[in-house]
């Protein structure tokens, strides 16, 4: 962290990985959909750690966590409680709060449009997870920045997803979104295109999330100029 420190970063960004196997967090958010628990010890490390070097985070909250998955035993699946998974968040976003370690950014899921790979539904399965989720960060501390959720593959979701956010009155302060491969950089243009002709999203900052420059036409078996 002190080379980060060194380098000038403010924030760093992690996508926790929830009910997905062999993730290093699995249990963070662990119990039975009836009695969830909570354990933010590893959480806290990083961020006290980011905190005492002037950094903040940036929460991914991704996946279905292990309280969730009982209709389906599904990681990347839609949560079964879609109530419990805004609450959940709402928890999360509160204890950041309580403890003094809000972070700079939360965000809403990690590249739901690689379906198969990060999300196994589609663009209409995913709007109540952004939904309820990004209400639940907001409702956890009302002055923290709220987003996501990280797009990957083109731009088939966007204006959709845009619609619905529009619609529910969910917060977005940051659309995030992944530029990966070459020949992608052209993706900026559509977001902003899409942003500018919503006056709800006036206020609504563009972040790229994750840059991968490798050598490749294909990823997770998609296209990236989907």
């Avoid at 985070?57 to 409680?81: F, H, Q, R, V």
């Avoid at 609450?87 to 309580?98: C, F, Q, V």
Wanted: net charge negative; aromatic share 12%; glycine share 10%.
């Amino acid at each position: 962290l002190d080379y980060l420190r060194d380098a000038k970063m403010k924030t760093l960004r992690i996508e926790l990985g929830w009910g997905v196997a062999n993730s290093f967090n699995n249990c963070i958010v662990c119990g039975s959909n009836g009695n969830i628990t909570y354990d933010y010890s590893p959480l806290d490390m990083i961020a006290t750690q980011m905190n005492n070097r002037s950094m903040s985070m940036y929460w991914s909250y991704a996946y279905n966590p292990e309280p969730l998955k009982y209709c389906n035993n599904d990681g990347i699946g839609t949560p079964c409680d879609i109530v419990k998974w805004g609450e959940m968040l709402k928890n999360m976003a509160a204890h950041w709060k309580a403890n003094g370690l809000r972070p700079a950014y939360q965000g809403v899921w990690n590249e739901p449009d690689f379906t198969g790979a990060f999300y196994s539904g589609d663009v209409n399965s995913f709007k109540p997870i952004y939904e309820y989720g990004s209400k639940g960060i907001r409702a956890g501390d009302a002055d923290r920045v709220v987003g996501g959720p990280d797009l990957a593959v083109g731009d088939s979701w966007l204006v959709s997803l845009l619609d619905k956010i529009q619609s529910t009155n969910a917060p977005m302060d940051f659309l995030s979104y992944h530029i990966l491969g070459a020949g992608n950089e052209d993706r900026i243009k559509p977001k902003r295109d899409a942003l500018k002709a919503r006056p709800y999203f006036n206020q609504t900052e563009m972040m790229i999330g994750e840059l991968n420059p490798y050598n490749t036409t294909t990823y997770h078996g998609q296209t990236t100029s989907d």
